[in-house]
């Protein structure tokens, strides 16, 4: 066990950087307090706003044992092509693998749409070397060759190297050398070795990887600086850690070395703290629903786990092959603006108002319509409980955009168009949630749904009632969970070594040296973090596929060793779970042996994000207002409720509207609410078809 010398005895924030907020929460374990702010993000400079956030909530940095980060700098760069200037050095003949990929198309019907790779082909250059699949030199290493590639590269301006040589997962050697070299010629340390991040056999995702590790890199390192330095000099003297996809994390002395695994690591983070929530509740199988201001994101839980892959492509030809947390993306946020296309059709995103000048409510000049100003002519949403409203747009105002720009283009009322936009949102939203869970083999009705992200507890009931999901779990802040996600998380390093071989001429020996080795590896990071730890665990998993199959499915084990005949029959069996069928007659083969290194922390009691001081003997009490809420064309006199003074044993039967600091949710008619012991909120759908 690493007793470290800071960690969960004193006070910890967790801070994450959306694309419209920067949510922080600051919890202090020793007395329970709690402090939460919601900023507008900075995304110039996301430590701006990330100072704001503290400033907001008043911390004291001076006071502070831990702050956890997750963040967007990578995942924006590389959505949005904003990436240091990198230069690439193959084996001869490969240059193009980056731009040939698997020969798909953008659009898989009709022969439109473009890509662009990391990087240009002017900066990938070839020179002579080459090891063959079973890791035997072919073809020597033209040392030579390589400096003068470098130096070509410099006087090109790149800031960032990769080197990715053929089959180097097999032999890394040249790789190797090539990294000893390369230490006398370029001035930085932003030196990839595809090997080195993914030693897995596929060149494509290899390179594509190592490729956004790079470009992604001096990014990351310039503005985790910044962002050190910010702190250090408002008093703070602790650890900065930052949140990976995989939902661990990691030093911030160490996170830019590895800078693609930051990729989703905000998306992540919500999905650590819903299943951190979800143990907690009772509730381990869950679909996770963040729908925030830009974008919502969907991921599966299981049994407490979240579905973690090394397959994720975060966009057309963008494969990232490290491990991360397996979450979804679709283009519908709070900020999603609604249209009339030219064909005469409503469409909702996936252009957005961001945050700035954002909805048409939030009195910043948008003039867009937008899911969240749909909200509010139907009564979903207060305007005056909006955040970041700087005034000057009225009611009127909003419904006479709507008027113009969608009611009367499509022959409909206002409220009637309103209620279109919001139903044409929950059909794109359902329709990931579906993807998710069919694709991994669950039927949506045997988990609940976790609702959270700004918008997400407006939406959550209707999209449970579409999906036939009978359950809504609503956490106590659900507008920063992923704030809270980068509280809960543990530390976590992953593994992967490609061994590519049939199961019957597999060295069982072998394989239990190479994960026995992952996890010693492992644990000497973990204990190298200046964290507290309560204890290191590995998980131990295969990839496995049927001979002449191309897609991997990921095999648990319970320990490094295994014998060959067990194997086998796992194997048969996560195949038929997944695809309900039996293949007796093909062999097994094992790709990849994986190992997840994880450095358990101490857990947080979560029941005092509610203050229960506030908490009211009645609902009656805790009532607000009463206010005219359309559903489905119908007008219904809907009470209003403060969450923070919510009696904790309460029961509602909606419709009825429960509005906090960081969200609003939405309880439809017949549906019924209930309070948990941890301050969620249980929706039972009933009721309404």
Same mark, same amino acid.
């Given at each position: 066990?690493?007793?470290?010398?800071?960690?969960?005895?004193?006070?910890?924030?967790?801070?994450?950087?959306?694309?419209?907020?920067?949510?922080?929460?600051?919890?202090?374990?020793?007395?329970?307090?709690?402090?939460?702010?919601?900023?507008?993000?900075?995304?110039?400079?996301?430590?701006?706003?990330?100072?704001?956030?503290?400033?907001?909530?008043?911390?004291?940095?001076?006071?502070?044992?831990?702050?956890?980060?997750?963040?967007?700098?990578?995942?924006?760069?590389?959505?949005?092509?904003?990436?240091?200037?990198?230069?690439?050095?193959?084996?001869?003949?490969?240059?193009?693998?980056?731009?040939?990929?698997?020969?798909?198309?953008?659009?898989?019907?009709?022969?439109?749409?473009?890509?662009?790779?990391?990087?240009?082909?002017?900066?990938?250059?070839?020179?002579?070397?080459?090891?063959?699949?079973?890791?035997?030199?072919?073809?020597?290493?033209?040392?030579?060759?390589?400096?003068?590639?470098?130096?070509?590269?410099?006087?090109?301006?790149?800031?960032?190297?990769?080197?990715?040589?053929?089959?180097?997962?097999?032999?890394?050697?040249?790789?190797?050398?090539?990294?000893?070299?390369?230490?006398?010629?370029?001035?930085?340390?932003?030196?990839?070795?595809?090997?080195?991040?993914?030693?897995?056999?596929?060149?494509?995702?290899?390179?594509?990887?190592?490729?956004?590790?790079?470009?992604?890199?001096?990014?990351?390192?310039?503005?985790?600086?910044?962002?050190?330095?910010?702190?250090?000099?408002?008093?703070?003297?602790?650890?900065?850690?930052?949140?990976?996809?995989?939902?661990?994390?990691?030093?911030?002395?160490?996170?830019?070395?590895?800078?693609?695994?930051?990729?989703?690591?905000?998306?992540?983070?919500?999905?650590?703290?819903?299943?951190?929530?979800?143990?907690?509740?009772?509730?381990?199988?869950?679909?996770?629903?963040?729908?925030?201001?830009?974008?919502?994101?969907?991921?599966?839980?299981?049994?407490?786990?979240?579905?973690?892959?090394?397959?994720?492509?975060?966009?057309?030809?963008?494969?990232?092959?490290?491990?991360?947390?397996?979450?979804?993306?679709?283009?519908?946020?709070?900020?999603?603006?609604?249209?009339?296309?030219?064909?005469?059709?409503?469409?909702?995103?996936?252009?957005?108002?961001?945050?700035?000048?954002?909805?048409?409510?939030?009195?910043?000049?948008?003039?867009?319509?937008?899911?969240?100003?749909?909200?509010?002519?139907?009564?979903?949403?207060?305007?005056?409980?909006?955040?970041?409203?700087?005034? $000057?747009?009225?009611? &009127? /105002?909003?419904?006479?955009? !709507?008027?113009?720009? *969608?009611?009367? =283009? %499509?022959? +409909?009322?206002?409220?009637?168009?309103?209620?279109?936009?919001?139903?044409?949102?929950?059909?794109?939203?359902?329709?990931?949630?579906?993807?998710?869970?069919?694709?991994?083999?669950?039927?949506?009705?045997?988990?609940?749904?976790?609702?959270?992200?700004?918008?997400?507890?407006?939406?959550?009931?209707?999209?449970?009632?579409?999906?036939?999901?009978?359950?809504?779990?609503?956490?106590?802040?659900?507008?920063?969970?992923?704030?809270? $996600?980068?509280?809960? &998380? /543990?530390?976590?390093?992953? !593994?992967?070594?490609? *061994?590519?071989? =049939? %199961?019957? +001429?597999?060295?069982?020996?072998?394989?239990?040296?190479?994960?026995?080795?992952?996890?010693?590896?492992?644990?000497?990071?973990?204990?190298?973090?200046?964290?507290?730890?309560?204890?290191?665990?590995?998980?131990?998993?295969?990839?496995?596929?049927?001979?002449?199959?191309?897609?991997?499915?990921?095999?648990?084990?319970?320990?490094?060793?295994?014998?060959?005949?067990?194997?086998?029959?796992?194997?048969?069996?996560?195949?038929?779970?997944?695809?309900?069928?039996?293949?007796?007659?093909?062999?097994?083969?094992?790709?990849?042996?994986?190992?997840?290194?994880?450095?358990?922390?101490?857990?947080?009691?979560?029941?005092?994000?509610?203050?229960?001081?506030?908490?009211?003997?009645?609902?009656?009490?805790?009532?607000?207002?009463?206010?005219?809420?359309?559903?489905?064309?119908?007008?219904?006199?809907?009470?209003?409720?403060?969450?923070?003074?919510?009696?904790?044993?309460?029961?509602?039967?909606?419709?009825?509207?429960?509005?906090?600091?960081?969200?609003?949710?939405?309880?439809?008619?017949?549906?019924?609410?209930?309070?948990?012991?941890?301050?969620?909120?249980?929706?039972?759908?009933?009721?309404?078809?």
């Amino acid at each position: 066990m690493n007793t470290g010398v800071s960690g969960q005895s004193g006070q910890i924030v967790g801070v994450d950087v959306g694309g419209t907020f920067t949510d922080l929460v600051a919890l202090d374990p020793a007395t329970g307090q709690v402090r939460l702010a919601k900023v507008p993000s900075t995304l110039d400079n996301q430590a701006y706003g990330v100072m704001a956030a503290l400033e907001e909530a008043a911390v004291d940095l001076a006071a502070l044992d831990l702050i956890v980060h997750g963040t967007t700098t990578t995942t924006n760069a590389v959505l949005e092509r904003k990436l240091s200037k990198t230069g690439l050095i193959t084996t001869a003949g490969f240059r193009d693998v980056l731009e040939l990929g698997r020969r798909t198309r953008p659009q898989p019907y009709g022969m439109k749409g473009s890509f662009t790779p990391i990087i240009p082909r002017d900066l990938r250059l070839e020179i002579p070397e080459r090891m063959d699949a079973a890791g035997e030199i072919v073809t020597p290493l033209d040392e030579d060759a390589l400096r003068g590639a470098a130096r070509e590269l410099l006087d090109k301006g790149c800031e960032s190297l990769v080197v990715h040589f053929l089959h180097a997962y097999a032999n890394p050697a040249h790789e190797l050398r090539a990294a000893e070299i390369l230490r006398e010629l370029w001035p930085n340390q932003h030196v990839t070795l595809g090997h080195a991040l993914l030693s897995e056999s596929r060149e494509f995702e290899r390179g594509v990887t190592a490729a956004v590790n790079a470009s992604v890199q001096p990014l990351l390192e310039r503005y985790i600086r910044r962002l050190v330095e910010e702190l250090a000099g408002g008093g703070y003297a602790g650890e900065v850690l930052v949140m990976n996809g995989n939902g661990g994390m990691v030093s911030s002395r160490m996170v830019a070395r590895e800078a693609a695994k930051t990729v989703m690591s905000g998306p992540a983070s919500g999905v650590m703290a819903a299943a951190y929530t979800g143990r907690q509740a009772g509730m381990p199988d869950l679909i996770t629903y963040d729908m925030g201001g830009t974008s919502t994101d969907v991921a599966l839980i299981r049994g407490a786990e979240p579905s973690v892959s090394n397959e994720i492509e975060i966009e057309y030809a963008m494969p990232i092959h490290v491990p991360m947390v397996d979450v979804r993306t679709v283009g519908a946020g709070g900020g999603s603006i609604a249209r009339v296309n030219a064909a005469g059709l409503l469409e909702v995103g996936p252009e957005s108002a961001g945050a700035s000048p954002g909805p048409i409510c939030y009195g910043r000049g948008g003039t867009d319509p937008t899911i969240s100003d749909a909200n509010l002519l139907l009564g979903r949403l207060n305007p005056a409980k909006l955040k970041s409203v700087e005034g $000057g747009v009225s009611l &009127a /105002d909003v419904s006479a955009i !709507f008027e113009a720009k *969608l009611a009367r =283009p %499509l022959g +409909l009322t206002v409220p009637e168009a309103a209620e279109a936009v919001i139903r044409l949102a929950n059909i794109k939203m359902a329709g990931a949630i579906r993807m998710v869970s069919v694709s991994l083999g669950a039927d949506p009705r045997d988990f609940a749904l976790f609702a959270f992200g700004g918008a997400g507890p407006l939406h959550a009931s209707a999209l449970a009632r579409e999906l036939g999901v009978p359950r809504v779990l609503v956490p106590a802040r659900p507008g920063i969970t992923n704030a809270l $996600g980068c509280v809960v &998380a /543990d530390l976590r390093h992953d !593994f992967v070594t490609t *061994l590519n071989t =049939p %199961l019957d +001429l597999l060295d069982m020996d072998h394989l239990a040296q190479v994960l026995e080795g992952q996890a010693v590896e492992g644990a000497a990071l973990i204990g190298a973090e200046k964290v507290e730890i309560r204890d290191t665990r590995p998980v131990y998993s295969l990839d496995m596929q049927f001979i002449g199959q191309t897609h991997l499915l990921r095999v648990p084990l319970d320990g490094p060793k295994i014998s060959r005949e067990a194997l086998r029959k796992r194997f048969e069996e996560v195949y038929f779970r997944r695809f309900r069928v039996e293949l007796a007659e093909i062999r097994a083969a094992v790709v990849n042996a994986n190992c997840s290194v994880i450095g358990a922390r101490a857990p947080l009691d979560l029941s005092t994000l509610i203050d229960p001081a506030g908490r009211k003997a009645t609902l009656a009490e805790a009532r607000t207002a009463r206010r005219a809420v359309i559903f489905d064309g119908a007008a219904h006199d809907t009470p209003i409720y403060w969450r923070d003074h919510l009696p904790g044993d309460f029961s509602l039967t909606g419709p009825a509207i429960i509005e906090q600091m960081d969200t609003t949710v939405l309880i439809e008619p017949g549906d019924t609410a209930t309070a948990d012991g941890a301050g969620n909120i249980i929706v039972t759908l009933g009721g309404r078809a």
